[in-house]
């Protein structure tokens, strides 16, 4: 659940045919408690009219910089003053350029050279536009102002072109903005002039994520709790530090994080095969997934019917240990497990690190207040093959995201101190 309560987000809405997309954004602002002050070019109000956000965001809609609805306020200074968050949606090649370049010739414009607030920019347009060399090097621009991309999605565009440039889905701006208010987000992104941590860029990461599913019949499967949070937080949070991320996920309820290679899976088979496919181009390998132990010895063609019988049994077969392979094909890959538990933690630990040749386990009791499957926070401790445990308080799963790959980035980066004679 997002919350956005009394958050004055500014929205920029650019001309292009995912205008209609941030009316959705909008609604669903407004919805987490966000105010929404949205700002059109002329351009986009040939595409959604302005009354649709006036009844979306129950605040005025600015289009024109001369135009003052409050006697002595300069509005596209109050606009732009008010502001929490600027976020643009869609960003179009041309307020890109004008925002690279302090350009400041309409509302939108002018409002974003006079704000102080950090600026979330999200693009959308043809394939052909948004690879253009201009259109890389203003992007690139902006994001030395501080600003933050929150990356277009591929498939087929309005123009017909098949490729990257589509706006990334409502749901998907509400999670970054959502990531921005959260704790510590504002050192991940801390206004104008701030440049983001880029300290996991050049490095590949592979991460599992999320519950697998092993078929009993057509309609049935043996499944588990995981919600995939922790994952997917992971995911976001090596994404955002410039980490080139491979995402295998299982079945969630989850939105797909924009910006990373993301590959569904089901069993325990098909996330070991993925996991192999891609293991060689790893730097690190984070198992975060909840894995079926066991999975059925049968699996049956047609819908199993109920009996007379009281009682069914099932025969259960062990299923492929993904964690185990990977550490013993492990060759210079930084590998994490994960261990969930609900006693001796510590020995269970330690134990699953050196059976399956880890180099660090990540392990939480989840029997604990706020350390479960499903809820938004987790309480872990991280053990190292060479290093005391490190504990940590309860605190949100993407916080606890960022702590563990600022512990990974010391391990892999440390020197040995050369021997001496």
Same mark, same amino acid.
């Given at each position: 659940m997002h919350n956005l309560q009394g958050k004055q987000i500014v929205l920029g809405v650019s001309g292009g045919i995912a205008a209609y997309k941030a009316a959705a954004l909008t609604s669903k602002l407004t919805q987490a408690g966000a105010d929404v002050h949205v700002v059109m070019t002329g351009n986009a109000t040939k595409f959604v009219q302005p009354l649709t956000f006036e009844a979306l965001s129950h605040q005025p809609?600015?289009?024109?910089?001369?135009?003052? &609805?409050? &006697?002595?306020?300069? =509005?596209?200074?109050d606009v732009a003053d008010k502001a929490d968050l600027v976020v643009l949606a869609p960003a179009t090649a041309n307020i890109i350029g004008k925002f690279a370049n302090g350009i400041a010739d309409d509302m939108l414009s002018t409002m974003l050279l006079a704000t102080k607030a950090p600026v979330m920019v999200a693009p959308a347009m043809n394939v052909n536009m948004y690879h253009h060399p201009a259109v890389q090097q203003n992007m690139e621009r902006i994001r030395s102002y501080g600003a933050m991309l929150v990356e277009p999605g591929e498939g087929m565009l309005a123009c017909g072109w098949i490729g990257k440039g589509r706006l990334a889905e409502p749901e998907e701006i509400l999670a970054a903005i959502s990531r921005f208010f959260e704790p510590n987000g504002h050192d991940r992104f801390a206004g104008p002039q701030a440049t983001k941590n880029q300290d996991w860029s050049g490095k590949k990461i592979l991460i599992t994520a999320g519950p697998t599913r092993e078929k009993i019949d057509p309609i049935r499967y043996i499944s588990n709790f995981s919600s995939g949070k922790m994952g997917y937080a992971i995911a976001e949070a090596a994404r955002?530090?410039? #980490?080139?991320?491979?995402?295998? =996920?299982?079945?969630? #309820?989850?939105?797909?994080?924009?910006?990373?290679?993301f590959i569904p899976i089901e069993?325990?088979?098909?996330?070991?095969? #993925?996991?192999l496919l891609n293991y060689d181009l790893a730097d690190v390998v984070i198992k975060s997934a909840a894995v079926s132990d066991y999975r059925p010895e049968k699996v049956f063609a047609h819908k199993m019917k109920k009996t007379n019988k009281d009682d069914w049994h099932l025969s259960l077969v062990k299923s492929p240990?993904?964690?185990?392979?990977?550490?013993?094909?492990?060759? !210079?890959?930084?590998?994490?497990g994960f261990a969930a538990e609900t006693q001796d933690v510590e020995k269970h630990a330690i134990d699953k690190m050196n059976r399956k040749n880890t180099?660090?386990?990540?392990? !939480?009791?989840? =029997?604990?207040?706020?350390?479960?499957?499903?809820?938004?926070? !987790?309480?872990?401790?991280?053990?190292?093959? !060479?290093? #005391? &445990?490190? &504990?940590f308080e309860k605190m949100s799963k993407r916080e606890v995201a960022d702590k563990l790959l600022d512990v990974i980035l010391q391990e892999i980066t440390s020197v040995t101190p050369a021997k001496q004679e």
């Open positions: 809609v600015y289009t024109d910089t001369f135009t003052e &609805p409050v &006697p002595g306020k300069i =509005s596209h200074i955002d530090r410039g #980490a080139d991320v491979i995402l295998i =996920s299982g079945p969630t #309820a989850l939105t797909k994080p924009s910006g990373v290679t069993s325990v088979q098909e996330m070991l095969d #993925a996991s240990d993904i964690l185990q392979t990977l550490g013993e094909r492990k060759q !210079n890959q930084f590998v994490v180099d660090m386990i990540v392990a !939480n009791d989840v =029997s604990q207040d706020g350390a479960g499957m499903g809820v938004d926070t !987790n309480i872990v401790t991280i053990y190292r093959k !060479n290093g #005391a &445990p490190i &504990p």
